[in-house]
């Protein structure tokens, strides 16, 4: 009980925080994985969505792996490498922002003549996406090191603390997303701008964690 107070005493909680909202926010935009879900979700029903969100949230553990074990020894080696990655993290993150500001608003949600399949087939789509998918292992570098929030514990503990609270802020939209995939469907039809909306969501989420990394410290 004392390891765990102890624990908690070097938590940067603001940190925490920032992180969460950060991958709600990341979550909540315009992507392959939240519109595959809706389309699953709308052409094949509920269970099928939330398979296919449980598959794609089950394949981060295998990035927050890759990352902790790679990128925590590199902490321990090197500041000058550290700086290099969350100054990559930083660039990246740009990119994408630029990426998206050139990107079309518009959400097209294509659920016609597809075939059905099965809640463990979808499952597993999800896990393949994720997994075999190496911007994510890109994106996780770029945004994880940044949000790193205690001086104490073990660096591999806090990445997989960090890709825990990643996993739980997908589970939480897109699992929203194919419970009331009917209703987002709707609305985005009737609402066009909503789209231009979420795109700018997006933009400032990505320029606004690229300064943070600009600006802070190991």
Not at 2 to 17: A, C, D, G, R
Not at 23 to 48: E, M, R
Not at 75 to 86: M, N, P, Q, V
Request: net charge positive; with cysteine; aromatic share 16%.
């Amino acid at each position: 009980m004392h390891s765990l107070f102890l624990f908690l005493e070097t938590v940067n909680y603001p940190i925490l925080v920032g992180f969460f909202i950060s991958s709600l926010a990341l979550a909540i935009s315009p992507g392959p994985d939240n519109i595959f879900v809706l389309t699953q979700s709308i052409s094949n029903g509920t269970k099928s969505g939330l398979a296919t969100v449980f598959g794609l949230v089950l394949g981060c553990l295998v990035h927050t792996t890759l990352l902790a074990f790679g990128v925590s020894e590199i902490i321990k080696r090197s500041d000058t490498l550290f700086f290099a990655i969350k100054l990559f993290g930083a660039m990246y993150l740009l990119y994408l922002a630029y990426q998206v500001y050139r990107s079309d608003a518009s959400i097209a949600i294509d659920d016609k003549n597809r075939p059905a399949k099965t809640p463990m087939k979808l499952f597993w789509t999800g896990v393949t996406m994720n997994v075999l998918n190496p911007k994510v292992t890109i994106f996780f570098l770029a945004f994880f090191p940044g949000f790193l929030f205690s001086d104490e514990l073990n660096t591999v503990i806090q990445f997989y603390i960090l890709g825990l609270l990643f996993m739980l802020s997908a589970l939480i939209v897109f699992g929203a997303i194919a419970v009331l995939a009917g209703k987002i469907s709707k609305y985005l039809t009737r609402h066009k701008n909503a789209g231009v909306y979420l795109k700018w969501v997006q933009l400032v989420v990505f320029v606004g964690i690229a300064i943070y990394l600009f600006l802070s410290d190991k």
